[in-house]
């Protein structure tokens, strides 16, 4: 379990570096993103990505997960509409994100912590903006220190309310 957390070395404090967890679709996030790199854009190290062959596929469970193994911000994104792979996946995205994002503000989780994007192919600077942008706002929330909390909640009973 990586963790990037505010600590002193010999009492010097070393800037917060907030640990973001992308879940993308492979098509044309993780297409864009690698865009980007071959590109030699430039943008924030801080970000570790994780492929989906389609945001339709992805369980927010994982968001859940990741948060409650120390990371600081997620970015999920994928195809732009009308564009995915797989005809629809990313409608379902949508649609399974709106339920989400209704079940973490009835739990009082930081939204500010979460974004959803659409991101293609040809979109490497695109990605890296976005990325920039999400450490940033991440870095003035500060670390995520209530994944402590997310350990206590029964991930099952909200796995089920979650799988729409």
Known sequence: MLKFRLYSTGGNMQEFEPKIVAFVCNWCTYAGADLAGTSRIKYATNVRIVRFPCTGRIDYMLILKAFQNGADGVIVSGCHPN???????????????????????????????????WVSAAEGAKWANLVNEVVTEVRKLGPFTEYEELSKININSIGELCNV
Do not use: M
């Open 83 to 117: 564009d995915c792979h797989y005809t629809s996946g990313n409608f379902h995205a949508r649609r399974r994100w709106i339920v989400f994002n209704e079940l973490l503000e009835l739990l009082g989780f930081d939204k500010r912590r979460l974004f959803f994007s």
